[in-house]
């Protein structure tokens, strides 16, 4: 199972994975012509990269959880964690209640610009084979890891725990 690895100590905030996940997810084939298409039709990035109470940058991605709240929460089905561990949601069937974005602990289920105000989220780059934010990470903060074990999430920080919603670790 592929998993993302994050060396928080590496982020120095250059925010390169939030344009990669734009340019990827957008109907332009780069960041330059995605922009281009103006930020309305633009889709905003699955990621984001925030700074923890010592100001320190570090990227902030879905986790797809082992038992994830925005699947419980979710009133349409949408939302389903796959056998690979990653956490999807199918368009066709959400209806955009934002229940997911309401109940995600760590503020990665958002709304969509571009999906009729449904939501979107880190699908893990499912159908890719390589995660475009780890493809573009300079300081290589973002690594792509092949794990026997299928639990613990999609994420392994390889140098502390990152802070939780509430800004504390846990």
Request: with cysteine.
């Amino acid at each position: 199972m592929r998993k993302k690895a994050i060396d928080r100590s590496k982020c120095r905030g250059c925010k390169n994975c939030e344009l990669a996940c734009i340019a990827v997810h957008s109907t332009g084939t780069t960041t330059r012509t995605a922009y281009a298409t103006g930020m309305k039709t633009t889709e905003r990035a699955r990621n984001k990269v925030e700074a923890d109470p010592q100001n320190k940058s570090f990227p902030q991605f879905c986790r797809h959880c082992d038992e994830p709240a925005c699947v419980e929460a979710c009133t349409s089905g949408a939302l389903t964690k796959g056998a690979d561990g990653l956490v999807v949601c199918d368009h066709d069937i959400c209806i955009g209640c934002y229940m997911c974005v309401m109940s995600c602990p760590y503020g990665m289920a958002r709304p969509s610009v571009q999906a009729d105000g449904k939501m979107i989220k880190c699908d893990g780059c499912r159908g890719r084979d390589v995660m475009a934010c780890v493809a573009v990470c300079p300081q290589r903060c973002l690594t792509a890891v092949e794990v026997d074990d299928p639990g613990g999430g999609h994420l392994i920080y390889a140098d502390e725990p990152a802070p939780n919603a509430c800004g504390s670790t846990p």
